[in-house]
C-alpha cells in the first residue's frame, strides 16, 4: 500500500479490525520512511459495476462518491456514522446482488430514497431534491405535500 504522505510503497499493517458491520476490514497502517500513519479498509467487491447516466454515458460505479452524497444529506442530523457506513454497505451488497453490472443511475438513486426514507425524512428530502432537481420551493412543497401521506400511515 502506497502511503499518502510521502508515495513510500513500503508499509506495514499495525492493527487490523473488523469494520462496518463485519464487511471491511479496517486496517491502521504505517509507514517505514517517513512515520505516518494512515488508515486503509478492505472490502470484498462482488463485480465491478458500470453506473449508466441517463444521457446514455457510462462510469465505473465510485463507492466513496455514493457514500459523499449521502453524508451531505445527512448533515448536522442525529444519525451516528456507523448507521451511515451500514447503510451504504446495504446499497452496495444490493447492487451487485441485482445480477447485472450495468445499473442505471435512476436505480441507484431510487434504492438510496428508500434507504434514507427509512432513517431520516430530512436527510431524504435534502437527497430527493439534488436527485429529482429541484429548481424552486414549489417542488418542495409538492414533494413534502407528497410524502405527509406516507408518513402517516407509518405511524
Known amino acids: 500500500m502506497r502511503c499518502p504522505f510521502?508515495?513510500?510503497?513500503?508499509?506495514?499493517?499495525?492493527?487490523?479490525?473488523?469494520?462496518?458491520?463485519?464487511?471491511?476490514?479496517r486496517r491502521?497502517?504505517?509507514?517505514?520512511?517517513?512515520?505516518?500513519?494512515?488508515?486503509?479498509?478492505e472490502r470484498v467487491q462482488l463485480r465491478d459495476l458500470v453506473v449508466v447516466k441517463t444521457n446514455g454515458r457510462r462510469e465505473d460505479f465510485d463507492r466513496d462518491k455514493l457514500e459523499r452524497s449521502v453524508?451531505?444529506?445527512?448533515?448536522?442530523r442525529p444519525v451516528e456514522p456507523e448507521r451511515v457506513d451500514q447503510m451504504v454497505s446495504?446499497?452496495?451488497r444490493r447492487l451487485e446482488s441485482m445480477g447485472d453490472t450495468?445499473?442505471?443511475?435512476?436505480?441507484?438513486?431510487?434504492?438510496?430514497?428508500?434507504?434514507l426514507a427509512r432513517i431520516d425524512t430530512v436527510a431524504?428530502?435534502?437527497?430527493?431534491s439534488v436527485y429529482k432537481n429541484f429548481q424552486a420551493a414549489d417542488?418542495?412543497?409538492k414533494f413534502v405535500s407528497e410524502l405527509r401521506p406516507l408518513a402517516k400511515s407509518t405511524e
Open 124 to 128: 431524504y428530502v435534502r437527497f430527493a
Open 6 to 25: 510521502c508515495g513510500n510503497v513500503e508499509t506495514q499493517v499495525k492493527d487490523s479490525r473488523p469494520a462496518e458491520d463485519h464487511v471491511a476490514i
Open 28 to 41: 491502521r497502517r504505517l509507514c517505514a520512511a517517513c512515520g505516518g500513519r494512515f488508515t486503509t479498509y
Open 102 to 115: 450495468d445499473i442505471p443511475s435512476k436505480v441507484i438513486g431510487e434504492i438510496v430514497m428508500e434507504s
Open 90 to 92: 446495504g446499497i452496495v
Open 71 to 76: 453524508r451531505i444529506s445527512m448533515q448536522k
Open 139 to 141: 417542488d418542495f412543497d
